[in-house]
């Protein structure tokens, strides 16, 4: 089984910023930060 990625208040803050930005895709954040789009 995989283990779950525990990821900081830092770093959720930093990727939801750039997604309000909306200078890029939902999709291309999450592959420039190796996440899945659907969480």
């Excluded at 910023?17 to 659907?38: F, P, W």
């Amino acid at each position: 089984m995989e283990k779950r990625n525990r990821y900081t208040s830092e770093f959720k803050t930093k990727v939801v910023l750039e997604i309000l930005r909306e200078e890029q895709t939902v999709n291309e954040i999450a592959t420039k930060y190796e996440l899945s789009a659907q969480s």
